[in-house]
């Protein structure tokens, strides 16, 4: 019987070491799965770094655009209120000489109309004795 355990004693003990052995191994690839792994890490952290930099530049970029983008709206609604207010003077200047002007120049050609008739009827009467006024007939 002490024999047999002694026996069962070296297969354990050779079952142990084979575990060993295989942990050994597991561990071995595991810490070149590790390695693997940190490489990568390590390259995409290299990688990402200056893409993160020209990240924030290109936005630094942009947000300048966007402000004289703004800058420029607000330059291009000021010009478009300047030339309102330019067309809205244009149109009450018009408005002004216009009053000024359209009331003597109708006066003047009523007058000058009024001349006119006079010299027709002046003449008709001293030539032929009609008038140019129908209702007088």
């Known amino acids: 019987m002490e024999q047999f355990l002694t026996i069962v004693q070296i297969i354990v003990l050779l079952l142990l070491a084979g575990v060993a ?10 810490r070149d799965l590790l390695g ?4 990568n890490l390590k390259q995409v952290a290299s990688k990402t770094i200056p893409t993160l930099e020209n990240l924030e530049a290109i936005t630094s970029k ?3 655009i966007v402000e004289n983008f703004d800058e420029q709206i607000a330059v291009l609604k000021s010009s478009v209120e300047t030339l309102k207010g330019v067309a809205e ?8 000489v216009q009053d000024a002007i ?8 009523n007058t ?7 010299f027709t009827s002046f003449f008709n009467r001293a030539v032929g004795g009609r008038t140019s006024r129908p209702d007088e007939e």
């Open 21 to 30: 052995v295989y942990a050994i191994v597991v561990l071995a690839s595991l």
């Open 36 to 39: 693997t792994i940190d490489q």
């Open 62 to 64: 942009i947000r300048v």
């Open 89 to 96: 003077n244009v149109a009450a200047f018009e408005r002004r």
């Open 102 to 109: 359209e009331s003597p120049i109708m006066e003047v050609m």
């Open 112 to 118: 000058i109309g009024g001349v006119i008739r006079g």
